[in-house]
């Protein structure tokens, strides 16, 4: 079955750009996610990517996907302190089919 | 609009005792999901509803785990008897019926278990 990685730990200086990375193993992944989990609160999705695209951006966010090596990242563009969090990769197949989740980057931004 | 609810927010028991928690999804959404988080873990998924009924449930502990939606909206996931490893934050979510734009799920705050 699928398996989606990411690295556990990342810290930037407020206003500076950060990059989240994530590997999957199914290439038959479609859809490919980024959901945000603040403490104490549940996860909220920030954005998605279908497999058939190589970028998508959206405000400060810029997703970048690369089909080869099963490979996406997250860039965070002007990173600010209401960003630190821990975010979640994830992928399905399709969109009938659970999402598997990696195990979370947690951003640090320091003032 | 309400988000998804969930309760209690927080339960300490002790192993081999029961415990249950509630989920109320967002109005509409005909999808439901039980997932189990462990700390430093990303979220898995234990059952999926559509509707009253069950579509996933691979993951979940039969023996000790339960989960049912009455009437396709509110759900229960019930833990008996409770072990040590149970502890985690138990996350229900909620997504209107699958469709081509991907599956946006709607998480609640999550209900966070520990077992002593």
């Known amino acids: 079955g699928e398996d989606v990685e990411q690295s556990l730990f990342l810290s930037v200086r407020e206003g500076d750009s950060s990059v989240i990375n994530c590997t999957y193993t199914d290439s038959s992944s479609t859809y490919l996610y980024w959901y945000k989990q603040e403490p104490g609160a549940g996860l909220q999705l920030l954005t998605y990517?279908?497999?058939?695209?190589d970028m998508k951006q959206d405000q400060r966010l810029t997703v970048l996907l690369n089909k080869k090596d099963k490979h996406l990242s997250l860039r965070i563009a002007d990173t600010q302190t209401g960003d630190s969090a821990i975010y979640f990769c994830a992928a399905s197949e399709t969109s009938y089919d659970k999402v598997i989740f990696g195990p979370g980057t947690s951003l640090s931004v320091i003032p | 609009e309400a988000g998804v609810a969930q309760s209690p927010r927080y339960k300490i028991i002790e192993k081999r005792q029961s415990v249950a928690f509630w989920c109320n999804p967002i109005?509409?959404?005909?999808?439901l999901y039980w997932y189990q988080q462990i700390l430093g873990q990303g979220p898995k998924l234990l059952i999926q509803f559509q509707n009253n009924g069950v579509v996933d449930d691979s993951q979940l502990p039969k023996d000790r785990f339960s989960a049912e939606r009455l009437k396709g909206v509110d759900s229960t996931l019930k833990i008996q008897p409770a072990k040590l490893e149970d502890s985690a934050v138990y996350l229900c979510a909620s997504s209107l019926r699958r469709g081509p734009g991907g599956n946006e799920q709607f998480f609640g705050p999550g209900t966070r278990l520990t077992v002593l």
């Open positions: 109005s509409g959404h005909a999808t």
């Open positions: 990517i279908f497999s058939n695209m």
